[in-house]
């Protein structure tokens, strides 16, 4: 066995059984700690939805779903690296300030895309 393999943990269906359930913690301890992607999850409730009824073709239900989740994904990323620069340090440091502000600025263009998808599709439907 390989020196890498051996660090790599289980394999096959007992690893794929061990993804979900670090995903299920990890989609709990956002939900837990970070109010930002609770607030993001309502809109989602709301807008999958209303994006699977508004969409007319499936590309459309496509696009407007998915940027919705891609916000939940994006919002997930985010927190992830504002928990490992909180657990490295809790002092100002200029690199921890732009990894968070980076993060940030990831989220809100992931807004900003959202709500050009959907304007640009439901807007000529309406009009």
């Not at 670090?22 to 709301?46: P, T, V």
């Not at 919002?75 to 809790?90: H, K, P, Q, T, W």
């Amino acid at each position: 066995m390989s020196a890498i393999k051996e660090f790599k943990g289980k394999q096959g269906l007992q690893r794929l059984i061990n993804a979900t359930g670090y995903s299920k913690a990890g989609l709990a301890a956002a939900w837990k700690h970070e109010a930002a992607f609770r607030e993001e999850c309502l809109l989602a409730f709301i807008a999958i939805p209303l994006g699977l009824w508004l969409g007319q073709t499936g590309i459309e239900k496509a696009l407007l779903v998915g940027s919705v989740l891609l916000i939940l994904i994006v919002e997930l990323l985010n927190s992830a690296i504002e928990a490992v620069v909180d657990r490295v340090s809790d002092e100002h440091h200029e690199l921890s300030k732009r990894a968070k502000d980076i993060g940030s600025a990831a989220v809100m263009l992931t807004l900003i895309l959202t709500a050009a998808t959907w304007a640009l599709i439901l807007i000529p439907h309406f009009v």
